[in-house]
């Protein structure tokens, strides 16, 4: 059997960047992908603002895919669709999937192993929704594809539940097919989605945005009736006698998103808690030396073009030459930050122009955000606002660190 | 006869406790009336009114400004099965109903099963554990240990038949204190007098060895090798594939809506669906098995539902949790908690873990809603149990009504006044467990009524095959699936690893019920950790394409859940 040079587990943004990036060498590459059409989720968010960072043009998602999708033509990467990988093994260095097609069974090896298996959507039953159990409760991505894939209007008249971008995005669709959407509550005292959906997709539309505030209780037994909404106090408890009934027969869910590693985690892949996504070096290898992680799979982006990005830098890893036994330091950040990728920086790889990640744990003002290497500064940017759903990305460079004894990411007031 | 002396002492004290309660008798039966203003009492005195050995209790107190919610039923109103005559109508298609329309389909008789809802097994059979328990905590004389103890050794042939899932690894008490260790030969000697075998008394040792993630506080265990776990749905949907398949005809959404008794004859059963006349009925109505006895003209018991709530936890959990069902012994401080098993921490037959119940009395019988405080108390019941498993972990939770009697046993009997009615009632916990035996002894009564022996259905085949499940197959059985039929190769709900070909084979089931909850039920697609949030959509497209509805009427389980709204001719923007 041919062993591929590599394979690439997700035909999304972050999947199709990594394989077009490889691009160019005479390494074997194949792409796996379950569904039977490459692009991801990027096929059901018909609504524009893809591209802007990685095309300088404003795409809707199919667009956005199909551009991707156009880089691989012409190249050695092989693809199947349609294809879903039930078991994942390693023997001696090569990595052994088995794979489910309409054909059958089948057995493929690869040398190293990009997982770009994207995320899922948080349910209602994990943020604790109580109540009856009718239908009308559904996780926004599912409303999306109701709506864009298959054409259905899933509710006429509905409370969306947090306020994270694909919940802010479904408002505005909702508005547009005519539905009415009586309000996005949040949880939380700020937003979760990015400023310029709360723009666009809310005040454009004057739907309003209830912050600190939740659904405590679904009603109906057959479809959704109606729902309690109540607020709550700065440790996100319900504040008794804060609650008011609205009617409704939809309750669209934005209630965050989970990484899906489930792949990686049988090959004992480690996982980062504050990522969810798996521990990686400046190249998104794993702890497990030739499986990358890159896309929502490693953490969760706010646009795509920051998906495809983090591909393109798991496959030119993925093509370097190996580093057998990295020696990794771990970056040190505090409860300021949320978190940052990559975790780990292997010093025996290239150190030049590392593309960092981050999150801050709660909305900052005037704050100054330092990388700081065995003390020195490798990066300081001054930020005027600094709020979590906006993650922010840098590059620096830490190739004249020799060597390296820590690594931390620090946040000052700004002078 | 119900002696008059103890009537007159049970007036006594319901009254003395109770002042504004009349008691009266209707033959030897305890008939309660009154209006009280706090529900706990209506409980309390029809417990009260259970312990002096009467015929029954009829317990018809009302609650103040209480308007009674009136059974759920399809609104569907035809003639589909107007004129049906039958030699058996069975009421209620839960584990009860089937188990014994299966049974029935063993004679060449015209066998009906009706039910309310949309599927077999949407109330009590499918809002349990599903653990085949041992009995170990019921009073001999009992109809629960009685049926219970036939039962236990049933289910492995049973499930061989049916081609289901059983697991059956025992049952495990944990104690947690050293000092109550005398306890083991009171069990023991429990154990002996109820002929449970193969009990064990583990030290600490060999449960942590055992079962390396019980808490490290528990002392010791008893072990029940008899204990065992089915999947409770996923059986009576087998059961009534089995019986459809021998000839029983299952008539679903159509639900009882009143009879007409003649001289204690039932002569015929009104539905929504038109009416039926049988030779005889079983009750088998499960929360609403008082109902129809009244409408048969023979109530002699009264259901109090009593609510439970389960938690289902991510498969992942399962290495954190225990390979075997396993509860922490809390003492005999709770009686009328005692009426419900014990409950735990359990391993599913599918790879989950699922913690519950709960138990608290409610007036409704068919309120499934769950609460946050429920699913918290359960956590915190087993945490002593065991200690690695979080809320975290949660994928879903659900509430269970059990269908209790004040007697808190079953009644498996033929009518009282009127004679061709046989009643399966008052079934909880132990209910799952005991299924088998009282289906049995259904068919006996049956057969007492009938006045002749019942004619053998020749044809009958006990064995039913299961959909496959591709992703337990091997990989050559599975490669022979998928050259066969390519939608065997198309994976749908990830989370569980479903096939295309799964789901449409389960919409071609001898009982095929093409909702979104129908098909997660008997192919797991929605069943995993994402909760259908990518699968229900394409679960939809699939029933869609397959049965040719319309989007607007696919529902997700019962009817009116409907999960599109219609488009055509609507303006938007109201209700």
């Not at chain 1, 590459?29 to 893809?50: P, T, V």
């Not at chain 2, 289902?312 to 709770?334: E, P, Q």
């Not at chain 2, 709900?493 to 071609?508: P, Q, T, V």
């Amino acid at each position: 059997m041919a062993i591929y040079d590599l394979i690439v587990i997700g035909g999304g943004p972050a999947g199709l960047a990594a394989a077009s990036t490889y691009n160019g060498t005479d390494k074997s590459i194949l792409l796996i992908e379950r569904e039977a059409q490459l692009g991801g989720i990027l096929k059901q968010c018909i609504h524009d603002g893809f591209g802007l960072t990685r095309y300088k043009e404003k795409l809707s998602g199919p667009e956005y895919a199909e551009r991707e999708i156009e880089l691989l033509k012409g190249h050695q990467v092989e693809i199947r669709t349609l294809a879903f990988v039930t078991k994942i093994a390693r023997e001696n260095d090569v990595f052994h999937l088995t794979m489910v097609t309409r054909t059958g069974i089948e057995h493929v090896q690869g040398r190293r192993l990009i997982l770009a298996t994207g995320c899922r959507e948080r349910t209602g039953k994990q943020v604790a929704i109580h109540g009856t159990n009718p239908s009308g409760v559904l996780t926004a991505g599912s409303a999306q594809y109701y709506m864009n894939i298959l054409g259905q209007m899933p509710t006429k008249r509905c409370v969306i539940l947090g306020s994270g971008d694909i919940g802010l995005i479904m408002a505005r669709r909702i508005t547009l097919e005519g539905g009415h959407v009586i309000g996005v509550y949040e949880i939380k005292s700020t937003p979760s989605g990015l400023t310029r959906n709360l723009v666009q997709c809310l005040d454009d539309f004057a739907i309003p945005l209830y912050l600190s505030m939740t659904v405590t209780k679904v009603y109906g037994h057959e479809r959704l009736i109606g729902v309690d909404v109540a607020k709550v106090d700065e440790r996100m408890r319900v504040i008794i006698g804060t609650e008011q009934h609205i009617d409704c027969d939809g309750l669209i869910l934005s209630v965050g998103l989970l990484p899906e590693n489930e792949m990686a985690e049988q090959l004992s892949v480690p996982i980062n808690n504050r990522t969810k996504g798996p521990y990686v070096d400046q190249g998104l290898e794993t702890l497990v030396s030739g499986v990358y992680s890159c896309g929502n799979a490693l953490h969760v982006s706010d646009v795509a073009d920051m998906v495809s990005e983090t591909g393109v830098i798991a496959a030119k890893s993925a093509l370097g030459i190996e580093v057998p036994n990295r020696t990794l330091v771990e970056i040190n950040a505090n409860n300021d930050f949320l978190y940052v990728v990559p975790s780990h920086i292997a010093i025996e790889k290239s150190r030049k122009d590392i593309i960092f990640y981050f999150r801050v744990a709660a909305c900052q003002e005037n704050k100054t955000v330092r990388l700081l290497v065995n003390g020195h500064k490798a990066f300081e940017r001054k930020y005027k606002h600094l709020r979590p759903p906006e993650m922010e990305r840098f590059q620096a460079d830490l190739s004249k660190y020799e060597p390296i004894e820590s690594i931390v990411l620090t946040m000052e007031d700004s002078e | 006869m119900f002696d008059p002396s103890k009537f007159e002492k049970a007036t006594k004290s319901l009254t003395e406790r109770f002042p504004n309660i009349a008691v009266s008798l209707k033959d030897d039966c305890l008939v309660l009336d009154g209006v009280f203003d706090v529900y706990e009492d209506i409980v309390e005195a029809g417990f009260m009114a259970a312990k002096y050995d009467s015929g029954g209790v009829i317990n018809r107190i009302k609650l103040l400004n209480h308007q009674e919610t009136p059974m759920r039923i399809s609104p569907i109103i035809d003639a589909k099965y107007d004129g049906t005559r039958c030699d058996v109508l069975i009421i209620g298609a839960g584990i009860i109903g089937t188990s014994i329309a299966r049974e029935l389909s063993r004679y060449d008789l015209n066998t009906v099963l009706v039910e309310k809802e949309t599927d077999v097994a949407l109330h009590a059979s499918s809002r349990n554990d599903g653990v085949i328990h041992v009995g170990i905590d019921l009073k001999v004389d009992t109809l629960k240990h009685h049926y219970l103890r036939k039962s236990v050794g049933m289910y492995r042939q049973l499930a061989d038949e049916l081609d289901i899932p059983f697991m059956q690894k025992g049952q495990l008490i944990v104690f947690s204190k050293k000092w109550i260790r005398p306890l083991m030969l009171i069990f023991k000697r429990m154990s002996k007098k109820r002929e449970i075998i193969g009990v064990e008394i583990w030290n600490r040792e060999k449960l942590l060895q055992e079962e390396p993630n019980i808490s490290q506080e528990a002392e010791f265990a008893i072990f029940f090798a008899e204990g065992g776990i089915i999947c409770p749905y996923e059986t009576v949907i087998a059961l009534a594939d089995n019986a459809i398949e021998n000839g029983v005809t299952v008539c679903l959404e159509t639900a009882v809506t009143g009879m007409k008794v003649i001289d204690g004859t039932i002569q015929e059963v009104n539905t929504n669906r038109g009416t039926i006349y049988p030779r005889i009925v079983i009750n088998a109505a499960g929360t609403f098995s008082d109902r129809v006895a009244a409408m048969a003209e023979d109530q002699f018991f009264t259901i109090h539902p009593r609510k439970g709530v389960e938690a289902i936890l991510d498969k992942k959990a399962a290495v954190r949790s225990s390979t075997r069902s396993v509860s922490m012994y809390r003492g005999s401080s709770d009686r009328r908690k005692d009426h419900s098993k014990g409950g735990g921490g359990i391993p599913t037959v599918d790879g989950n873990v699922l913690i519950g119940p709960t138990a608290v009395e409610t007036i409704e019988r068919e309120d499934f809603s769950t609460d946050a405080d429920s699913i918290a108390q359960l956590f915190e019941r087993h945490r002593d149990t065991l200690p690695n498993i979080h809320p975290s972990d949660v994928i879903t939770y659900f509430a269970g009504i059990r269908a209790a009697t004040y007697e808190e046993d079953f009644i498996i009997r033929k009518g009282k006044w009127t004679h061709n009615i046989i009643h399966a009632a008052g079934i909880q916990s132990p209910g799952l467990t005991a299924a088998p035996s009282i289906a049995k002894d259904i068919v006996a009564l049956v057969e007492e009524v009938y006045q002749s022996p019942l004619p053998l259905n020749i044809d009958f085949d006990p064995k039913r095959k299961a959909t496959p499940r591709l992703n337990q197959l091997s990989e050559d059985e599975r490669q022979k699936y998928i050259s066969a039929n390519p939608d065997f190769g198309q994976i749908v709900c990830r989370c569980e690893e479903i096939s295309k070909g799964e789901i449409i084979a389960a919409l071609n089931r001898p009982l095929s019920v093409p909702t979104l909850d129908g098909i997660k039920r008997r192919v797991r697609a929605g069943m995993g950790r994402c909760q259908g949030g990518f699968c229900g959509p394409l679960v939809t497209q699939i029933i869609h394409e397959q049965t040719k509805l319309p989007y607007d009427q696919i529902f997700k389980k019962g009817h009116g859940q409907v999960l599109i709204r219609p488009t055509k001719g609507e303006t938007y923007g109201h209700l």
